[in-house]
């Protein structure tokens, strides 16, 4: 089985920059389909960038242009690169990883952008 750990979450200035980590332990990390979600107040659970099976990437309209998704197998890593930050960015946001049928989370990391 798969466990995420994500870091790099915290306050910035709207127009800032943030990189979001998400650290896999276990064997099965090479298969899993990862993506990052977030969850604002409020609302439901949203996908912001993710790999598709194919493993091309893809991305939320909101993010477009703003954020990179970017994943290194020999780390066990995907990061979240976010630019061009803005307020209605500020949700917690969550690792995924799907292997097999099955979704695996993170425990989250929170992400606030002033205005």
């Known amino acids: 089985q798969v466990q995420l750990v994500e870091s790099g979450g915290g306050l910035v200035q709207a127009g800032g920059s943030l990189r979001l980590s998400c650290v896999a332990s276990?064997?099965?990390?090479?298969?899993?389909?990862m993506g990052w979600y977030r969850q604002a107040p409020g609302k439901q659970r949203e996908l912001v960038a993710g790999f598709t099976s194919r493993g091309s990437t893809t991305y939320a309209d909101s993010a477009k242009g703003r954020f990179t998704i970017s994943r290194d197998n020999a780390k066990k890593m995907v990061t979240l690169q976010m630019n061009s930050l803005k307020p209605e960015d500020t949700a917690v946001y969550y690792c995924?990883?799907?292997?097999?049928?099955?979704?695996?989370w993170g425990q989250g990391t929170q992400v606030t952008v002033s205005s």
């Open positions: 276990g064997r099965m990390f090479s298969i899993a389909v």
């Open positions: 995924n990883a799907q292997i097999l049928g099955n979704d695996v």
